[in-house]
């Protein structure tokens, strides 16, 4: 069975930083664009970051130039390091992966559980 598994979220004040990181785990055939979505209360989930198995990236305006997606390709990882943060930036931030399980299985996109990041004073 294929999961994702995050970590790193938590409460940290404006300005600091956190790094969020997801594992994905099962067999996995193909592992293809991975990315960081959030959703904060009241609000539609959003696109924070994606990088593909090639290691280009894609950032939303509002969190460029604070924000880095990286991949371990060789453990499956992708991490999310977040700088300079703001209280916008609170939500629920959830992984995401395209994957194929079977040589011959279309991509489809798995979810993690969600981790909550909490920027308050």
């Known amino acids: 069975q294929v999961q994702l598994v995050e970590s790193g979220g938590g409460l940290v004040q404006p300005g600091g930083s956190l790094r969020l990181s997801c594992a994905a785990s099962?067999?996995?055939?193909?592992?293809?664009?991975m990315g960081w979505y959030r959703q904060a209360p009241g609000k539609q989930r959003e696109l924070v970051a994606e990088?593909?198995?090639?290691?280009?990236?894609n950032y939303v305006d509002s969190v460029k130039g604070r924000f880095t997606i990286s991949r371990e390709n060789a453990k499956n990882t992708v991490n999310l390091q977040m700088n300079s943060l703001k209280p916008e930036d609170t939500a629920v931030y959830y992984c995401?992966?395209?994957?194929?399980?079977?040589?011959?299985?279309?991509?489809?996109?798995?979810w993690g559980q969600g981790t909550q990041v909490t920027v308050s004073a």
């Open positions: 990088i593909t198995s090639g290691g280009s990236t």
């Open positions: 995401n992966a395209d994957m194929a399980i079977r040589w011959y299985d279309s991509n489809l996109r798995y």
């Open positions: 099962g067999s996995i055939f193909r592992l293809n664009a």
